[in-house]
């Protein structure tokens, strides 16, 4: 349904500020997040894991599988929803990690 669609794709763009990710775009099975802040995005790793995983490439994207289908997207939205509706920790540092 467009409508729905257009609805999660909101969601999404808020979410998206929330981590400091500009951009998202789709690379084979990957969704490719373009980002700012380096310890926003290990903060978004961490609260992903054991769940989805978020890889971070280089210092401005990460990469997160996506289902075998990349066809359906509304399956694609919800999953990138999934990864990015993890609680936000403004007090992690990275540094301080084992």
């Known amino acids: 349904h467009p409508a729905r669609q257009l ?7 808020i979410l998206s500020q929330r ?13 490719v997040l373009g980002y700012r802040d380096k310890n926003h ?6 609260s992903n ?12 994207s990460a990469y997160i599988p996506l289902p075998n289908s990349t066809e359906n997207v509304e399956e694609v939205m ?10 936000f920790d403004p007090a ?3 540094a301080a990690s084992p």
Do not use: H
């Not at 609805?7 to 763009?13: A, M, T, V, Y």
């Open 7 to 13: 609805l999660i794709l909101k969601e999404l763009q």
């Open 19 to 31: 981590w400091q990710v500009d951009s998202i775009r789709l690379e084979n099975n990957f969704a």
């Open 41 to 46: 995005i290990l903060a978004l790793s961490k």
């Open 49 to 60: 894991q054991g769940r989805i995983p978020v890889r971070i490439v280089d210092q401005k």
């Open 78 to 87: 919800q999953e990138l929803k999934t990864v990015l509706q993890q609680s």
């Open 92 to 94: 992690y540092n990275p």
